[in-house]
């Protein structure tokens, strides 16, 4: 059985920073690409950020040049260092991946999520 856990998540004021954890674990046979999503109350959850295993990253327009995505591929680890935050990045922070437990299979897969807040 596979599972995502995210970390990192709190409480945090206008222009500081935190740093989100995800690990994967269980029966994985090989992870492809990883991702961050948010969704902030009230909003559809949307795409914050993605990496592919070949390291490839994608950024949504709303957090270029303040988060940065990176994975250790060793240990099943995608991270999200977040700078400058902004009370519109409050959100819960959820870590996605596609990943097959099986060679040839492709699956997506969620973590619970975790709570950032960003307020004075």
């Known amino acids: 059985q596979v599972q995502l856990v995210e970390s990192g998540g709190g409480l945090v004021q206008p222009g500081g920073s935190l740093r989100l954890s995800c690990v994967a674990s269980?029966?994985?046979?090989?992870?492809?690409?990883m991702g961050w999503y948010r969704q902030a109350p009230g909003k559809q959850r949307e795409l914050v950020t993605a990496i592919t295993s070949g390291g490839s990253t994608n950024y949504a327009d709303s957090v270029k040049g303040r988060f940065t995505i990176s994975r250790d591929n060793a240990k099943n680890t995608v991270y999200l260092q977040m700078n400058t935050l902004k009370p519109e990045d409050t959100a819960v922070y959820y870590c996605?991946?596609?990943?097959?437990?099986?060679?040839?299979?492709?699956?997506?897969?969620w973590g619970k999520g975790t709570l950032v807040t960003v307020s004075s």
């Open positions: 269980g029966s994985i046979f090989s992870i492809y690409a």
């Open positions: 996605n991946a596609d990943l097959g437990v099986v060679a040839g299979t492709i699956m997506d897969y």
